[in-house]
């Protein structure tokens, strides 16, 4: 069992921080590497890339939006609770090394993955830049964060109901404008996110990182589930990633792949609401 030490509700109820007790995980992990939870005992195993460790606490983080049945069900879980399973840490850690000047890309809760590799940037002695996005101000989340972890850090919001109005790949073109010297990007977001802001980069040339949230199972690269074409040939992202080169990745084949279950995903958590809201 993995007690629940902290806990945070964020934009709006939408979005929750989970600080967890597993002291070895913590010990171990690294950034760019995720776990998978489950509640209970008929719940779904669900991947997430850890968002902050803790090793002398010896606690992880994890930061997830409520989008179906399994985050919902998370989502009942309080301060005191506890996960049945959390396995990890499982996939490639994040490269990283000092190059000079990089960009780090966050959208939505991939914010959350974003944190600890801006993090470890910045510590290998790079110059960061970090531009976080969200739909509305409400859905932004990590900004004291991110800034601490970053040289210059711009938030956008769709709407232009706070920071830059606009798309991230707006502020990431005037990044790429005015400095030529941009040794690497790297972004963590929705998969069309991914996709655009990577036909950006390529256009100028930038080496870009881009992290993978495929269907998954298992996570040890035995079930086949989060397969993805990068290059043109088949990986596995529990093992071969999460993160990929984002001018190889087939994003197109990836959103068909995510949407697979849709119907299913939306009956499951009708079917949660009502027995939720019955009790």
Same mark, same amino acid.
């Not at 932004?140 to 970053?150: P, W």
């Not at 400095?179 to 690497?184: T, V």
């Given at each position: 069992?993995?007690?629940?030490?902290?806990?945070?509700?964020?934009?709006?109820?939408?979005?929750?921080?989970?600080?967890?007790?597993a002291p070895l995980i913590a010990k171990k992990a690294k950034p760019g590497q995720f776990v998978i939870l489950k509640a209970n005992e008929t719940g779904e195993r669900i991947p997430l890339t850890m968002a902050d460790t803790d090793p002398e606490k010896?606690?992880?983080?994890?930061?997830?939006?409520?989008?179906g049945k399994s985050?919902?069900?998370f989502k009942t879980l309080k301060v005191g609770d506890s996960y049945l399973d959390?396995?990890?840490?499982?996939? *490639?850690?994040?490269? %990283?090394?000092? +190059?000079? @000047?990089?960009?780090?890309v966050g959208g939505g809760t991939g914010v959350a993955v974003m944190h600890p590799i801006t993090k470890g940037l910045k510590a290998a002695g790079n110059h960061v830049i970090c531009i976080i996005?969200? *739909?509305?101000?409400? %859905?932004?989340? +990590?900004? @004291?964060?991110?800034?601490?972890?970053?040289?210059?850090?711009?938030?956008?919001?769709?709407?232009?109901s706070y920071g830059f109005p606009g798309f991230v790949t707006v502020q990431l073109e005037d990044v790429l404008q005015k400095?030529?010297?941009?040794?690497?990007c790297v972004a963590i977001g929705p998969v069309p996110m991914m996709k655009f802001l990577s036909q950006l980069t390529k256009k100028y040339?930038?080496?870009?990182?881009?992290?993978?949230?495929?269907?998954?199972?298992?996570?040890?690269?035995?079930?086949?589930g989060c397969r993805v074409s990068v290059g043109g040939k088949t990986k596995f992202a529990c093992v071969d990633g999460p993160e990929f080169d984002g001018h190889q990745v087939d994003y197109d084949?990836?959103?068909?792949?995510?949407?697979?279950?849709?119907?299913?995903?939306k009956r499951c958590m009708d079917e949660f609401c009502k027995l939720h809201d019955a009790k």
């Open positions: 069992m993995f007690k629940i030490v902290a806990r945070e509700e964020m934009a709006r109820g939408t979005i929750v921080l989970n600080e967890i007790e010896g606690t992880i983080t994890i930061i997830y939006m409520i989008v985050t919902a069900l959390v396995i990890g840490p499982l996939g *490639k850690a994040t490269h %990283l090394e000092k +190059l000079g @000047d990089v960009v780090c996005g969200a *739909k509305t101000k409400e %859905l932004i989340i +990590l900004e @004291d964060r991110m800034k601490a972890a970053s040289h210059e850090l711009r938030v956008c919001t769709d709407d232009g400095n030529k010297n941009i040794k690497l040339n930038v080496p870009t990182i881009v992290s993978l949230n495929p269907i998954m199972v298992d996570g040890t690269g035995m079930c086949g084949e990836l959103m068909k792949r995510l949407a697979s279950y849709r119907e299913d995903e």
